[in-house]
């Protein structure tokens, strides 16, 4: 069985557009998710989540679906963490492509909260 998914894509452009969209086919394929739309934030305003912050409350997808973690690291290497718990509260998973991680539950945040300082950013980057 699948799941309707809401892929986004990072618009930071460091990895190409289209390689992150096969990063995302390949791991929608392995977790048996089934993308039903791909969305990007619009460039230069990725820290403010416009897009994310609508389609939480407003889409029917119960997976949203990104290429990368790091679209959740703000300017100052902080994790937005109450973004995330936001998402979960709506009764939505996370997952993200490029770690193979999926975030279902405020426990499962809370273990990433631990790892993610537990390690300097640039351990992080390895991630």
């Not at 995330?84 to 998973?93: M, P, Q, V």
Request: contains cysteine.
């Amino acid at each position: 069985m699948t799941n309707a998914t809401f892929a986004f894509v990072d618009s930071n452009f460091t990895i190409s557009q289209h390689l992150q969209m096969l990063a995302i086919r390949n791991y929608a394929n392995s977790t048996d998710l089934a993308v039903t739309f791909y969305g990007v934030e619009v460039a230069g305003c990725e820290q403010g989540h416009l897009l994310l912050n609508n389609y939480i409350t407003n889409r029917d997808e119960s997976i949203f679906l990104f290429f990368s973690i790091r679209q959740f690291i703000n300017e100052d290497h902080f994790l937005q963490i109450n973004l995330l718990k936001k998402i979960l509260l709506h009764k939505r998973e996370i997952h993200f492509a490029n770690e193979s991680l999926k975030i279902s539950t405020i426990d499962s945040l809370l273990d990433l909260i631990i790892l993610t300082y537990s390690e300097s950013f640039d351990e992080l980057e390895s991630f």
